[in-house]
């Protein structure tokens, strides 16, 4: 070789030892600094130390020494060490610490021969030891890949009862409800598919509704009733199909102006009501009902799909009469700004009586439209009663010029009627203002948050439960009550299980809501912005909880050591006592779980002949801070209608304005990185059984693969089960399967419910955040899930509802 080559080598290795010693001073640099705050703070010393030794190897490489290397492996074998002493073998913990360092220590090595050319034995130790670090690394990843399946609990004895609700319970192969029948058990009795043929299942159909919203999340879960399947789109138009088909065969469109799209687009189900007056055959004499996002009860005929000319105003009654919302208290009322009410979720029927709730869009205004429960004639559309929280002296509709009470706590999810009692079972959420508590009434302290009975003759509460006094965490009741036969002194009690996004289960008597199992108080973090509102105590569920260990520093994660370290800062900056935190001014607050921790609208699922609960939910903490108003109007938190507004109102997903209090907020739902992965460990996502006789652990799983989670938003087409926040519930059947689909990775899967294994999964068109349905047509047993998408969790959208079956 020529001595001009020579030359010309030597310079491209000197510019590469010159780039890799920069990266590794600049990253030196970065941990030292950020690791001398992270002490001063009061946490590790880890990241000084290491940020000392990567800093002073990159030194060495820019003068070409060869203990450069040397230096770099004593950082990384501190690494090694200080990580397995914080979180053991346990792979994805080690990730953010180690994945990185050890990239970098394959490059040191890689560039060893040009810093020691002529020492031999000094390369084969440096290969060695890299070799061992690697091999280390992959046992590592071995033990954790193979411990990603349930953890099983010990077997025990188990009661032989049954759980059944017989009188709420779907007709044999019908799904004749949202939660399947009145018990909203999400069970079927259909056990053609089975955990050994559930392998064979196949895509049988698939129905595209043709409606895609920008704001897209249909959350659709069909029913079926008879020879015909019955849902609504996003926009709430309602269709009917044949279930061993999915031929469509009829369609009615109400035609829902897009401004009225609150920050999803979402119709979760329809509801059927037969008439006990009608003549059999007669038109409407079978009705499928269905709330809409623009406000309207609508009625159609189950055979035809055309407008019950009987009910309301040709088959509509509209429910933005007496709802309106002010800017200020003082101010005059402002006509309802579309978009900010909406129903979601389907009405439920008890003793002929149509209860209707209906979303307050959250984090606008303190006094917003009202939370409101009204009843109606299942026949005729007219208004049997309403419950205005602030007034219950009005029973029906307001007087001219009058309105229902501004701001009270509303209620949007999924409901529960049971006939007999003539009750339906409304889970609350908060007042408007979700996160300031100073302005709300001694009733609406008394009904945020809470499950209460109503009784549909009178439209008051019979009775009320509360799971969080005075919520400032955006705690709503978001999931459907699910009704039980519970053991309870030698007998059965009718009961039932309301879970909640702060990861407790609580077990009810059906009529007098007393609990089944003991509550705790427990005394909560005080202080805050409104210190002298924050209750001493909270009840805490002994029969089950959902809610993982306290956070600790250890528990923050990333991409690199960079990225968990600046979580590691934050999280030492943040107030985090423990559950219940309360929001703070101007200094951020964590809550865990966050808002979508829990249980959300999915709700659970229960097996009531082997008497097990099934609960997939979120492990996510959120990262919140309020800021005073004229902080609030300098980061533009304005409500939608505000003409300063220049965005979708600061709503849910991350900001909200709450006009009418002191403080905006910010909320930082996922609270992630700027790599955008979480700074909390995974797994974010699970599904657990449960003993419903004793509150028990069955198993407990990770729920969702990383296929299509990343880094910076990119998949990574990882199939391991990393556990992702998942939307929407499971069905369980009599054949022993949990089928569920929910999770980020766009896949539907079938678990057996007496292990936890995942049996059998299919890729969905888009994201399936839907909970799936169980029926049988002509002796067939069929799954259906819509896979729609959700833009708040980043699925794609989609507009099919797919169907399988076996061969």
């Known amino acids: 070789m020529s001595n001009d080559h020579k030359k010309s080598y030597t310079d491209i290795y000197n510019v590469i030892i010159f780039l890799f010693g920069s990266v590794l001073v600049l990253i030196g640099a970065a941990l030292s600094v950020g690791g001398a705050l992270l002490i001063y703070l009061g946490g590790t010393f880890y990241y000084l130390a290491a940020g000392i030794l990567v800093f002073s190897s990159g030194i060495l490489y820019f003068k070409k020494n060869a203990w450069a290397f040397y230096v770099y492996l004593a950082a990384f074998v501190l690494s090694v060490v200080w990580s397995l002493f914080e979180v053991g073998p346990s792979l994805w913990p080690l990730i953010p610490r180690l994945a990185g360092p050890l990239v970098l220590l394959i490059l040191a090595v890689l560039l060893l021969p040009v810093l020691s050319p002529a020492n031999g034995r000094a390369l084969r130790r440096a290969y060695g030891l890299t070799t061992g670090a690697a091999v280390a690394a992959m046992i590592v990843a071995v033990a954790f890949a193979s411990g990603q399946g349930p953890t099983l609990a010990a077997p025990e004895q188990r009661p032989n009862i049954a759980f059944d609700d017989p009188d709420n319970a779907p007709a044999p192969g019908e799904w004749s409800a949202y939660g399947a029948g009145a018990s909203a058990q999400r069970f079927s009795n259909l056990d053609q598919i089975t955990p050994t043929n559930v392998a064979s299942l196949k895509r049988v159909w698939t129905y595209a509704t043709g409606d895609l919203p920008d704001r897209y999340g249909s959350e659709l879960t069909p029913i079926k009733v008879g020879g015909r399947l019955y849902g609504c789109t996003p926009m709430n138009i309602m269709f009917a199909l044949d279930p061993a088909t999915g031929k469509e065969i009829w369609r009615y469109d109400p035609k829902v102006p897009k401004a009225w799209i609150p920050y999803t687009a979402a119709c979760r189900g329809v509801t059927y009501f037969k008439d006990p007056n009608a003549t059999q055959g007669a038109a409407c004499a079978e009705r499928i009902i269905e709330g809409t996002l623009d406000m309207r009860l609508i009625a159609v005929d189950a055979t035809s799909g055309r407008p019950c000319p009987d009910f309301g105003a040709n088959g509509s009654v509209d429910l933005t009469i007496g709802l309106a919302q002010k800017d200020t208290a003082d101010s005059p009322v402002a006509k309802l700004i579309p978009g900010t009410t909406a129903i979601t979720s389907a009405p439920v029927v008890v003793q002929g009586v149509i209860v209707a709730n209906h979303q307050v869009l959250d984090g606008q205004r303190r006094w917003a439209p009202s939370g ?79 499950l209460v009975a109503l009784d549909v003759k009178t439209g008051k509460p019979r009775w009320a439960f509360q ?45 007098t809501g007393e609990p089944l199992v003991p509550i705790e108080e427990r005394p909560v973090p005080q202080g805050g912005a409104e210190p002298e509102q924050r209750a001493a105590t909270q009840p805490f569920s002994t029969y089950h909880t959902l809610r993982k260990a306290d956070l600790t520093e250890r528990d923050m994660w990333g991409l690199s050591p960079i990225d968990q370290m600046v979580c590691r800062i934050n999280f030492r900056r943040a107030r985090y006592d423990g559950p219940f935190t309360p929001p703070e001014v101007n200094r951020h607050s964590i809550e865990y779980p966050g808002y979508n921790g829990g249980s959300d609208w999915g709700g659970v699922a ?53 006009e009418g209090t002191p403080f905006g907020i910010l909320v930082n739902a996922g609270w992630q990185t700027p790599a955008g992965v979480l700074c909390t460990r995974p797994p974010y996502g699970g599904i657990r059984a449960i003993d419903l006789a004793t509150g028990k652990t069955l198993w407990d799983r990770p729920y969702g693969s990383a296929r299509r989670n990343g880094p910076f938003g990119l998949p990574t087409f990882l199939p391991t089960e990393i556990g992702t926040p998942n939307n929407g519930g499971a069905a369980v059947t009599a054949g022993g399967l949990i089928f569920i689909a929910a999770a980020t990775d766009n896949l539907i899967k079938a678990i057996d419910i007496k292990t936890g294994e995942i049996l059998w999964s299919d890729v969905l068109p888009a994201g399936g955040q839907a909970t799936p349905m169980v029926y049988e047509q002509n002796g067939k047993q069929y799954v259906a899930v819509m896979s729609g998408g959700h833009h708040f969790m980043m699925t794609p959208g989609g507009d099919k509802l797919v169907a399988y079956a076996l061969p």
């Open 372 to 450: 409101v429960i009204r009843g109606y004639d299942a026949v005729t559309g007219e208004i049997a009663f309403a419950w205005d929280i602030n007034q219950p002296q009005l029973t029906k509709l307001p007087a001219s010029g009058q309105y229902y009470s501004f701001g009270t706590p509303n209620s949007w999810g999924p409901l529960t009627g049971d006939e007999k009692l003539g009750l339906a079972y409304i889970p609350m959420g908060n007042s408007a203002g979700d996160y300031f508590s100073s302005l709300r009434s001694d009733e609406e302290n008394k009904y945020s948050s809470a």
């Open 467 to 511: 799971t969080v006094r005075k919520d400032v965490w955006d705690y709503d009741l978001g999931a459907q009550a699910s009704l039980v036969e519970f053991p309870k002194d030698g007998k059965t009690v009718p009961a039932l299980l309301i879970p909640t996004k702060r990861g407790d289960i609580f077990v009810l008597d059906r009529a």
């Open 606 to 658: 229960v097996d009531p002949r082997r008497g097990v609960i099934v609960a997939n939910y979120n492990d996510m903490a959120n990262y919140n801070m309020l800021l005073p108003r004229a902080e609030a109007d300098r980061e533009k938190l304005f409500a939608i209608g505000d003409k300063r507004a220049t965005t979708g109102g600061s709503s849910a997903e991350g900001a909200g304005a709450q």
